[in-house]
């Protein structure tokens, strides 16, 4: 069992350098997240999705964009990096049937 | 707004104490509440959820009653091990919908 699967698990840029974050689940959920863990902080929402093709802004959302092309995937984009987004990266997934979400390993991404 | 208040850590114990995490929670209706489990390097994993007041989630040991009349949570285990130790998320799903709500997390370390 796959369950949610996060690319790349560890990551360095430069400053103003782009990335994309890769978000896969084989459990056929509607709902995808991606969350960024900072020490202190918790968990804090940085943009979801309900269904393929939609999008929507959490918590945090500036300076992310999001894709969500096919129901499995969900991307994760960072056009111009900045060292205050250097953090511990984390996609989940969820269903109308069973609230509780699924996570991936995480992506450790530092921006110097 | 809904949100997740949780003690603050690290939390140090010796093996076979009692532990108790505290959470408390402010929503509207009646939302589902959990606790999630991060081991080091890992992601999250669900370790117990109760869906409606008086509910109580059991899993490995651990528990935790859903008492509305206190907005609570708490998380409770009778005997830790120094395999519990890891950071322990209390999290609530507003009724009706989805995105997660988290705590700050706790830190429990275990000695032998």
């Known amino acids: 069992n796959a369950g949610v699967t996060q690319t790349p698990k560890f990551r360095v840029l430069k400053t103003g350098q782009s990335m994309t974050l890769l978000c896969a689940q084989d459990?056929?959920?509607?709902?995808m997240y991606w969350y960024r863990q900072d020490p202190g902080m918790g968990l804090r929402l940085i943009h979801y999705?309900?269904?393929?093709?939609?999008?929507a802004k959490g918590e945090v959302p500036d300076g992310y964009n999001v894709s969500r092309l096919k129901k499995q995937n969900f991307l994760l984009g960072l056009e111009s990096a900045a060292p205050s987004q250097t953090s511990v990266y984390f996609c989940?997934?969820?269903?109308?049937?069973?609230?509780?979400?699924?996570f991936g390993q995480g992506t450790r991404l530092t921006v110097v | 707004g809904n949100s997740v208040t949780q003690m603050e850590g690290p939390v140090t114990l010796s093996e076979e104490a009692f532990l108790t995490i505290n959470c408390t929670y402010t929503a509207t209706g009646y939302p589902s509440l959990f606790w999630y489990v991060q081991y080091p390097g890992e992601g999250l994993q669900l370790l117990l959820k109760?869906?409606?007041?008086?509910d109580k989630g059991s899993n490995k040991g651990f528990e935790a009653t859903y008492r509305k009349e206190t907005t609570s949570f708490h998380l409770e285990k009778g005997s830790v091990q120094v395999s519990d130790s890891a950071v322990y998320f209390c999290a609530l799903s507003p009724t009706g919908g989805f995105k997660t709500i988290f705590g700050a997390g706790t830190r429990l370390f275990v000695k032998a």
């Open positions: 999705s309900v269904g393929e093709g939609t999008t």
């Open positions: 109760a869906t409606k007041a008086d």
């Open positions: 989940a997934s969820s269903s109308e049937e069973y609230t509780e979400a699924f």
């Open positions: 459990m056929n959920h509607e709902y």
